[in-house]
């Protein structure tokens, strides 16, 4: 069942992400609440997503905190044991040392994020540069994740040259609309100069662009993000994805079925006009 905790979280709107130091739940307990985990058992495992992490079973990069505001994790939560974790720089403590079902810890404390977790952001730069160079400077304490976005040399885009770093942009980014497989990204301000808008979503080919109602590519930006270019004045972004392997496969399994059905429908009707055959 349901615990304080879990329904402290449930009870936030998405989307944002919630990462489990202990962890005080076992594998994917928190994901059958509907409780978006940076971890967690998935089937079908991201190679960016897990590269960027630090390599899966290792996540050797998961105690990096910048880390954490590219994620948008707003919750973390810790086992609240004798050595357990008492702080954490920018989160403060909103639940201390609760009861918590599903899970091996039996009490845990939940932190939340001071600042605003930014699932959605402006960028003003960006650069290319080879794919084994991005995550290190990704975790690099110099990086500055609001000015410019890294992307590897095979994304489809070619930024203009930066002379100097440039100041975070004015515009603000706005998940106004979430749900598995579609949003809608509001831009007000809308930004001045042309940009890139950063989403804590993780890039596939399925996922479809539209950039005030005109298509637009879905770059991968920052090793394993959605990232879209934006002219300046650009005011809505809105994302889909829909795969055309999946809904060509639906496809063929449904004729299949017609196909089926239609030949013992036949096979029905032979033998009712000749039952003694």
Do not use: C
Request: proline share 11%.
């Amino acid at each position: 069942g349901r615990d304080p905790l879990v329904d402290h979280i449930a009870a936030t709107p998405v989307p944002y992400r919630v990462i489990d130091l202990g962890p005080a739940y076992r594998g994917s307990v928190l994901g059958t609440f509907d409780v978006p985990q940076v971890l967690g058992y998935h089937g079908n495992e991201l190679r960016y997503y897990d590269e960027l992490l630090g390599g899966q079973g290792e996540w050797r990069n998961i105690g990096f905190l910048p880390l954490w505001d590219l994620l948008a994790v707003r919750y973390a939560i810790a086992p609240a044991e004798a050595k357990g974790i008492d702080s954490i720089p920018g989160y403060r403590r909103v639940l201390d040392t609760v009861p918590i079902a599903n899970g091996d810890a039996g009490r845990a404390r939940l932190f939340e994020r001071v600042a605003p977790t930014l699932y959605a952001r402006v960028v003003p730069g960006a650069v290319k540069a080879d794919s084994a160079a991005i995550i290190p400077t990704l975790v690099d304490p110099r990086m500055d994740y609001s000015r410019i976005v890294l992307f590897s040399n095979d994304q489809p885009v070619t930024p203009e040259p930066l002379k100097q770093m440039p100041p975070p942009s004015p515009a603000r980014a706005a998940v106004t609309a979430w749900q598995p497989g579609r949003m809608t990204v509001k831009l007000d301000p809308p930004p001045p100069q042309a940009s890139y808008l950063l989403i804590a979503e993780n890039w596939y080919p399925d996922w479809r662009a539209a950039v005030d109602g005109r298509p637009a590519p879905v770059l991968r930006g920052d090793y394993t993000f959605i990232t879209v270019a934006v002219p300046a004045g650009t005011k809505l972004v809105e994302l889909t994805f829909r795969s055309e392997l999946y809904e060509r496969g639906k496809l063929i399994t449904i004729l299949s079925l017609v196909v089926l059905l239609l030949g013992l429908l036949v096979a029905v009707a032979r033998r009712g006009r000749n039952p003694h055959g």
